[in-house]
């Protein structure tokens, strides 16, 4: 879908690597989605750590673990915004427009 939209996209499977990813691409990333379980490191603390290096990216955590508690959580640790599993793909899509400005028509 991100393709269809013309958004190029990053892609990592681990925590370490989308780190140094962003590190070296920084410039170019205009959003995360940011998975809150990863295999070498969690999405919180791999959240804080990209908010060390860049406070204005927009990163919003995915996580099929949503309880309504845990909201104010994600604003305390820095997400922009979250989006639990599974998401309807018009949901993903209203997220992306919304950050990154893209025509909503794409």
Known sequence: MLDDMGIPVIESGCGKQAFDLFKELREEIGLILLDIYLP????????????????QVPVIAISAIFPAELA???????????????????????????????????
Request: hydrophobic share 35%.
């Open 72 to 106: 104010a959580k994600y604003r305390t640790a820095g997400f922009t915004g979250y989006i639990a599993k599974p998401f309807e793909m018009n949901r993903l899509k209203e997220i992306i427009v919304s950050y990154l400005h893209y025509p909503a028509n794409r």
């Open 40 to 55: 070498d490191c969690d999405g919180w603390t791999l959240g804080g750590m990209i908010r060390q290096v860049s406070p």
